[in-house]
């Protein structure tokens, strides 16, 4: 950590001391009162969310501000409470550095020792919308089949004791529960995470887990509350002590937790709020009744990219996206992801070239500006895979073909299981069944086959159609065997040779 103690905090107090050149709040904090509780308070949303919805603030609109609340968490309440919930919002694009202080969280609570008040403010009338960043895994669902994983020990603890909850479908349920005994009108549920279609993924998993505690209450979820879909988009990776100083640097004051940026922004949002909702569009939003299209090109395309780059880079040794595109080989893998793989699978979305998206996409990756770790993009594959690579993969299959790259890809991932290059390299895996994974990994690792058979039977990430399919399986096998003889930068100099 940076040292905090030379200069001032930033908060409401030293706001008006900030450079000129810094933009903040035009509106009168005091003034706007909470419409939306956050569940999951990380960068990626104080980026997103947090930045649109200051730019409708700043309209005017006084009763959507948010409250954050961070689950099973306490560094970002202690970090953003004692600057009274302002923030920087720091976007880099190479030589410049854009700083801009947010102001639309209101107030930020835990989950840890604010059970109680959490559960009391979802159940406000003035929270008129639940969203929600948790991460893939947030959701507990199996990732094959999109279904509640009833076995999950948190889903399992919190079916036990549904008033106290502490998994996300977990808080929903118990909150819709007790509006709905006390007669406050219900709220809408907007999930911002990358899955396909998050909307209906949180609608399935809350209707579940409700129907569970009490079937009623699973009827009454289905029948009254509204999931819409979003398609959400930032590139937002963990913020660096180097950032922080930059941020302090420029705002001569002290931000305990900046975020760190892209200029680039998008959010696609499907118009389904029967209890009102933000005038997002103001700050460019896309309200729509189709996001469908749009999650599919930003799934597969950018996020697809992206797994791929992480995979193989941390087998290359290759840190950030940044340097994976500098390297003489992954911009043309990735190149074939889209063009042989990918593109012909996204539906047609409106007002889109998805080809000339992925290379707008290559201007991204680039971006030298932005350290995005491929480390940690390489987290959570168990449930990253499906929504990046499988279900087109599944696609493909169907119709008759067999992906051309996406089995790298798989491949790569699962020699990344290993966690070592077999060099004396190491690093580690971060995955919800990461031990489960490893030991297979491990297990299998004196053969390509057993490697890829004993991986490819964990039927949450892999369903059956691309899994049991022999040409996909023959696919993989053949290129951890070629990784393997000739070492990863080898076998994709021969990949990109075919
Ligand atoms: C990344 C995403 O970490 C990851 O898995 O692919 O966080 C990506 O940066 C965002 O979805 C971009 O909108």
């Known amino acids: 950590m940076s040292n905090l103690t030379d200069l001032p905090r930033l908060s409401a107090a030293t706001i008006a001391a900030l450079p000129i050149s810094v933009r903040r709040p035009t509106y009168d904090r005091e003034a706007v009162t909470p419409g939306i509780v956050h569940l999951g308070i990380g960068a990626f949303c104080r980026a997103h969310l947090g930045v649109y919805t200051d730019e409708v603030l700043a309209t005017g609109v006084k009763d959507w501000g948010i409250v954050g609340v961070d689950l099973l968490a306490l560094d970002m309440r202690a970090a953003l409470k004692p600057q009274d919930c302002l923030y920087t919002k720091l976007e880099r694009i190479a030589g410049e550095d854009r700083l801009q202080v947010i102001g639309s969280f209101l107030d930020i609570l835990t989950t840890i020792d604010q059970e109680t008040e959490v559960l009391a403010l979802m159940c406000r009338p003035d929270i008129r919308i639940i969203t929600i960043t948790v991460t893939e895994k947030g959701y507990c669902q199996d990732a094959a089949t999109g279904t509640l994983d009833e076995t999950h020990p948190a889903i399992r603890a919190d079916l036990e004791n549904p008033r106290t909850p502490k998994t996300v479908p977990g808080l929903l349920t118990e909150a819709i529960r007790r509006r709905r005994e006390q007669g406050v009108p219900a709220f809408t549920v907007l999930s911002c995470d990358n899955l396909a279609q998050n909307g209906v993924t949180a609608r399935r998993i809350v209707t579940r887990f409700a129907e569970l505690v009490d079937p009623d209450l699973g009827g009454f979820v289905a029948a009254t509350i509204a999931f819409p879909c979003t398609m959400v988009d930032r590139i937002t990776p963990a913020t660096r002590d180097a950032e922080r100083d930059a941020v302090k640097a420029g705002l001569g004051l002290v931000d305990a937790w900046p975020v760190v940026t892209e200029p680039f922004r998008q959010w696609v949002i499907e118009d389904n709020f029967p209890t009102g909702r933000p005038a997002w569009e103001k700050a460019g939003a896309i309200l729509t009744d189709d996001v469908h299209p749009f999650e599919t090109m930003k799934l597969r395309c950018l996020n697809g990219a992206h797994s791929l780059l992480a995979y193989l880079s941390v087998l290359l040794g290759i840190e950030t996206v940044a340097e994976a595109m500098a390297d003489p080989h992954l911009p043309r893998v990735i190149r074939r992801l889209w063009d042989e793989d990918l593109i ?34 390489s987290s959570d594959g168990s449930q990253k895979l499906g929504p990046r690579w499988l279900e087109a993969a599944g696609e493909i299959l169907a119709e008759g073909g067999c992906p051309k790259v996406i089995p790298l890809g798989v491949a790569a991932w699962a020699l990344f299981l290993l966690r070592s290059d077999g060099n004396g390299r190491t690093w580690g895996v971060a995955d919800p069944i990461a031990e489960r994974l490893t030991a297979i990994a491990a297990a299998n690792a004196h053969s390509a086959a057993a490697l890829v058979d004993g991986l490819l039977a964990v039927r949450e990430i892999f369903p059956e159609g691309v899994a049991a399919n022999p040409a996909f399986h023959a696919a993989v096998v053949a290129r951890v065997e070629a990784i393997r003889r000739f070492g990863a930068r080898g076998a994709i100099e021969a990949f990109l040779a075919e």
Do not use: K, S
């Open 344 to 377: 012909a699978t996204v539906p047609p979305v409106p007002g889109t070239d998805v080809t000339a998206y992925t290379h707008d996409l290559e201007g991204r990756f680039v971006n030298p500006e932005i350290r995005h770790l491929t480390i940690q993009i």
